[in-house]
């Protein structure tokens, strides 16, 4: 992948991470999913009084993208907590991006504009699980 398409995703996961709405825990998450076909979804993770019912920015982005009829995809970025800090995708969001994407999904972890790294889904997910469909 271009180095400036993944410049584009780390910065667009900083940015639209100030929208995170997380009043209980404080830990506020950005993501953007760029499909295969080039267009990029961005997403936050929402808090709610009952826990349980939060949903992750990895999650929300998915979401956004499929409800568009996206249903390939080839990077996500993933900007979580303070400037520096590193934030690792949950193991739900990590078995969602196994329903959507291949091994080979790159996922950025932001630490700050010009510090981050790149993984692939199969590093973080091997062994996962999956049925036929
Ligand atoms: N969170 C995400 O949005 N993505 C992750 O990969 C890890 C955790 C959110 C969930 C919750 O709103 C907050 O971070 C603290 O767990």
Redesign the pocket.
């Known amino acids: 992948m271009e180095e400036r398409i993944k410049k584009e995703l780390v910065l667009q996961a900083l940015n639209i991470r100030k929208n995170s709405y ?1 009043p209980y ?1 404080g ?1 506020c ?1 950005g993501a953007a999913l760029l499909t295969e076909g080039g267009r990029i979804y961005t997403a936050v ?1 929402m ?1 709610n009084a009952s826990y349980p019912a ?1 949903i ?3 999650a929300a982005a998915f979401a956004k993208a499929i409800s568009e009829g996206e249903r390939s995809f080839s990077a996500i970025a ?1 900007a ?1 907590g303070k400037e520096g800090e590193e ?4 193991g739900i ?1 990590r078995q969602i991006m196994a329903e959507h994407c291949r091994g080979d999904l790159t996922v950025i972890i932001i630490r700050s504009p010009e510090d981050y790294r790149e993984l692939k889904l199969e590093q973080l997910l091997p062994f996962g699980f999956r049925l036929e469909k």
Request: hydrophobic share 30%; glycine share 12%; with cysteine.
């Open positions: 997380s825990s830990f998450v993770n808090e939060g992750c920015a990895e993933i979580g934030c690792f995708p949950c969001c």
